[in-house]
């Protein structure tokens, strides 16, 4: 007796369309994503946001500083694009339409500005560094109160230090001050106001003491001038964004990467030639033909040849799939063996690659709750500061009764003081976060959505086509004999010969199995061939009569089973379907079919419960096959013979009944409501367009391992965010008071401007640093 135990097989198959959750019934309603400019800090950031939403028909308005990007909603019917770039052109910054947020130029321009904007940063620091050398240089003997003898005296002339300056203060310094002047115009303030109003003063305090040095002299002060502090301070601050900037350009990384990947050219076949074309220029119907080694420039189905590819980049799936003739494609994938042609089906913005790209930027374009604290703060924080510099000011100078100590502890308050920290927080780590998530095959539709992931107590998976394969497969396999002799066919072949000629599920099942076993696609000729509805099929080979079908009909057909029932019998108490075999009326093999459990299944349960979550399942089959099925995957809560509309009410049960942040997991177009009723959707990629557009979370590859890492990547993220929020608030709760010379009463410690300038330009640098630690999380 011959026994064969069916392999699991693996499902990398993708649907290539995904399709976002509008939450927008109203059909006038278009969003925007806008480029921003002129943003100096998180309070720009919000003065922008706050500007949009202000403008008539504008029904939401969200901005991200660390993107420097605006997503607008908005009515046609009330307003346009040009009237709220009028409006952020009016509050003092630029607003432009990104061309194509999918085009991989698109990308290119953004990197070329990025590019321009850090060697701009660079020739300002280089120039600001080389001034404060030669102030810090000079300065050294006031500063010390020692006599350096190497130091030449006139390197600390007030003039000479007022010439070294200028530059700084006017050409390195200049966006402060414009930004400055901007904030006033408009009645609000930012990080410009504060930069502009510590170096301001201290160079026009400078400058009075250089042209009326004598004022001082007769008020019992030294006429010192501070041109060193201002210049360095620039300096500080510009260092601090240069190396900001080059950190947030990492944190985009992921959105470049997956624009890299797609192809530059394609080989199209037209009118019988063959044309190397741009990757734009391709047109659905195109046939074109791809070679080993070379990128699937877009999407299509082959008509032409096999081979394997690559998918790793697209599904997180490092093994590569076999595909065929009527099997789908995916731009970007890699083909690895064999030529093939194939026939181009999505183009431009409706290839699975664009569509991914676009999903990313959304959710790192989108705001995270955890957020609105940080952004509270900072709507009051300039103010605030503002108000402590001046009563710090007003306290020096009377109880103290020293105008530059007052003067000093002033400009070291505004300085100090800087809501950049507070606003890169969250947006730097949700763009790691969700461009992580990309590359592990894992599509985070929102920030919101990457937030609550680290919250879920519950998940609830569907079985079909989430825990199973989702389809029909041969899981065992058993013959009463085997093969009699050499010149007899083959059990197996005869049987895939059979079901070759019906459509049903059960008969594919069978016939995939053959393929998988070997056995080859020239079967042999079947005579006769009849389908006998819900019982089974016949036909003759080579003159004998096959049937195959169920015991029912065998026993009705006088066959006897006996000889395989106990093995049919245990495979049935698993809620499996067993065809039989029948050649002349003798029963000679068996079937077992089921839809098998995936291979990530087991695994995926295991960590699931170790994460500390309540699993459950939810199926419409019935009660004996849910439960072979949650058996073989250890989960022990079943909801079985649950229709579609009943799913629904099951998860609001367990949210209200439980009061627990509910996930659930589905592939089909019945779970769609009950995904978008839970907490957390997540749609298994392999799926639906209708499940994928309902979920907030979509696994591309279709392994339940990607449930685990979307959570384990949640909770990084928000573990990050939390560490970024605490820097940055106690970097201003110690950092204020200290600079108001809180200490100096008890140990004599004033902190110097230009000591403040660098601690609040590396604020915002260890901030986004501490961000990006997020690239290396490791499912």
């Known amino acids: ?149 190497f130091i030449p005296h006139w390197l600390h002339n007030a003039w000479l230090q007022l010439i070294l300056s200028i530059p700084v203060i006017f050409w390195c310094g200049k966006g402060f001050y414009m930004g400055a002047i901007k904030a006033l115009k408009r009645g609000t303030s930012d990080m410009n106001t504060l930069v502009a109003l510590g170096t301001g003063a201290a160079f026009i305090y400078s400058l009075f003491a250089t042209f009326f040095p004598s004022f001082f002299i007769s008020q019992g002060l030294n006429a ?35 624009m890299g990947l797609q192809a530059k050219t394609a080989r199209v076949i037209r009118q019988g030639e063959t044309m190397d074309i741009a990757v734009e220029d391709v047109i659905i119907g195109d046939i074109i033909l791809v070679r080993p080694g070379e990128k699937i420039p877009v999407d299509g189905t ?86 402590i510099a001046v009563i710090t000011f007003i306290c020096w100078f009377i109880f103290a009764q020293n105008f530059s100590l007052a003067m000093v502890a002033t400009v070291s308050v505004l300085i100090i003081a800087c809501p950049c ?58 013959t009463v004999d085997g093969i009699a002799n050499n010149n007899e066919l083959n059990i197996l072949e005869i049987a895939a010969a059979i079901e070759h000629n019906s459509e049903h599920p059960l008969a594919e099942a069978i016939v995939n199995y053959a393929k998988s076993q070997g056995v080859s696609n020239n079967l042999p000729k079947v005579d006769n061939f ?27 057909l006088g066959i006897n089973t006996d000889e395989l029932m106990q093995q049919a019998t245990e495979w049935e108490s698993q809620a499996k379907t067993t065809p039989w075999i029948a ?21 995926a349960v295991k960590k699931l419960k170790k994460l500390g979550l309540e699993v459950i399942m939810l199926t419409g089959d019935n009660q004996q096959t849910a439960q072979a099925i949650a058996d073989e995957v250890g989960i022990y809560h079943v909801f079985a013979e649950v229709r579609p509309d009943e799913k629904v009410n099951k998860v609001k049960e367990i949210q209200q009944s439980q009061g627990k942040i509910v996930a659930m997991v589905g592939d089909g177009i019945n779970d769609a409501p009950a995904l978008a009723q839970a907490d957390v959707g997540m749609a298994i990629g392999t799926g639906t367009d209708v499940a ?14 990607g449930i685990v890492t979307a959570i384990e990547l949640s909770r990084a993220t928000m573990k990050n ?40 330009a590396f604020s915002s640098v260890s901030v986004v640093s501490n961000a990006l630690r997020l690239r290396n999380f490791k499912p």
């Open 302 to 387: 082959i008509t032409e040849g096999t081979s394997t590819l690559d998918e790793s980049m697209i599904t997180g799936e490092s093994i590569p799939v076999k595909k065929q003739a009527g099997d789908e494609v995916i731009g970007a994938t890699i083909n690895k063996t064999g030529s093939f042609k194939f026939e181009a089906k999505k183009v431009g913005k409706e290839t699975t690659l664009s569509q991914i790209i676009q999903l990313v930027e959304e959710a790192q374009n989108s705001k995270a709750p955890i957020q609105k604290i940080a952004d509270q703060v900072t709507a009051w924080f300039v103010p605030g500061v503002m108000t």
């Open 692 to 705: 994928m557009s309902a979920s907030d979370i979509t696994l591309i590859s279709g392994d339940l391992q």
């Open 421 to 478: 920290a507070l606003g890169l927080a969250t947006p730097t780590s949700i763009m790691v976060g969700t461009g992580k998530g990309a590359e592990n095959g894992i599509l985070i539709k929102g920030a919101d959505s990457l937030e609550l992931a680290h919250k879920i107590k519950a998940i609830v998976l569907d079985k079909t086509g989430t825990l199973t394969q989702g389809q029909p497969t041969v899981t065992d396999y058993i």
């Open 530 to 556: 009849e389908a006998m509805g819900g019982q089974g099929v016949e036909g003759k080979i080579e003159g004998k009569l096959i049937q195959i079908g169920t015991q029912k009909w065998m026993k009705q």
């Open 1 to 149: 007796m011959l026994y064969h135990k069916r392999k699991p097989r693996k499902t990398n198959k993708m649907k290539t369309s995904l399709h976002r959750k509008s939450s927008h019934k109203n059909v006038d309603l278009t969003q925007e994503t806008l480029q921003l400019e002129g943003m100096g800090c998180a309070a720009c950031a919000t003065t922008i946001e706050t500007t949009i939403n202000k403008v008539s028909g504008v029904e939401e308005c969200s901005v991200n500083f660390a993107l420097e990007r605006g997503t607008v909603t908005y009515n046609t019917k009330i307003t346009d694009l040009e009237t709220i770039q009028a409006a952020v052109s009016k509050a003092g910054y630029k607003a432009y339409v990104l061309e194509d947020e999918k085009n991989t130029q698109t990308g290119d321009i953004e990197q070329q500005k990025r590019q321009a904007k850090q060697q701009d940063l660079t020739q300002k620091v280089i120039a600001g560094a080389i001034v404060s050398f030669i102030l810090m240089f000079g300065s050294l003997p006031m500063m010390t109160g020692l006599s350096i003898p």
């Open 224 to 258: 010192d001038v501070y041109y060193e502090a201002a210049v360095v301070i620039i300096t500080l601050i510009l260092l601090g964004r240069l190396l900001e900037n080059r950190a947030r350009g990492k944190t985009s990384e992921a959105i470049r990467n997956l």
């Open 721 to 760: 965010i939390r560490q970024n929020l605490f820097f940055a608030f106690i970097y201003n709760t110690l950092g204020i008071p200290i600079a108001a010379g809180i200490l100096y009463p008890f140990f004599g410690v004033l902190l110097n401007p230009m000591i403040a300038g660098a601690a609040m």
């Open 583 to 603: 050649i002349n009326g003798e029963i000679k093999g068996l079937f077992a079919i089921a839809d098998a459990v995936k291979s990530s299944s087991v695994e």
